[in-house]
């Protein structure tokens, strides 16, 4: 079974991956090491995360929608990061139903259907996948501008230029998106979605790093004023930890993914980037994982976020009218 068989993450991986089992078969039986054997995850972990990660980006969504004080830039664009993230989730639920249907035979579709069906559900990742990283990249560039232009940042990034901004990413990735499903035979598509991903790593950890530098600073010159941690100087260190867990998180699971994309470009035939494109599933739980991760340390840390889902739950069980 070929590694893109379960969540064809895109058209442009289906093709390039068919040719896998043949590069493998050919080979000795002392090459195909334990090692080689990749890693069987079953469908219903795939459902799992996927309904996990759509509750809750939906309770994100929800909560910034509701409270008007989370009516800002910044909330803005956590909140179309989890519409992405639901993007993933739901293709992610629909294509696993549908493999899970077919498989018990519940469910008979023409070669013809599964392959548009396919093709729209890879346009929705893909999309998801372009825009998720592209809304990292804004709120790494809105956090950067709330620590270095305090004063100046409502100005800066008002409302009209997050609307402009928001609008101009999903109009983006969209088109993307197609151009990629159009022209998935091309290399070029590969080397163009590597090139996206490191552009945006460079940028958010050139951001962050430099975001993290000043919060040291900043830390170093309170202590040396006093010896008693201050009210700012915890809110710093907890800044500067926040950002390393958006980056560690974001780096570990996306990482293997675009690394299996440049080895399909660079050795698709050697015997170790064989071996590599087995785990493919692997990778792509790592993704899916990302989607439920990230409302944690996006939005859950957010304390008016967090009172906002604590209202919800106790709207949902009837106690409103008794706070």
Known sequence: QSPSTHLQFLVLLNSLNSTAPSNRTDKPANRSSAWCQGVFIPNELFLTLGLVSLVENVLVVTAIIKNR??????????????????????????????????????????????????????????SSVVSSLSFLGAIAVDRYITIFYALRYHSIMTMQRAVIIIVGIWVASTISSSIFIAYYKNNAVILCLIGFFLSMLILVVGLYIHMLSLAHHHAKNISRLQKKRTVHQMTSMKGAVTLTILLGVFFMCWSPFFLHLTLIVTCPKNPFCTCFFNYFNLFLILIICNSVIDPLIYAFRSQELRKTLKDEACCSRGSCSQR
Do not use: K, W
């Open 69 to 126: 004080n989370l009516h800002s830039p910044m909330y803005y664009f956590i909140c179309c990061l989890a519409v992405s993230d639901m993007l993933v989730s739901v293709s992610n639920l629909v294509e696993t139903l549908f493999m899970l249907l077919m498989e018990h035979g519940v469910l008979v579709l023409q070669t013809s259907i599964v392959r548009q069906m396919d093709n729209v559900i890879d346009m929705m990742i893909c």
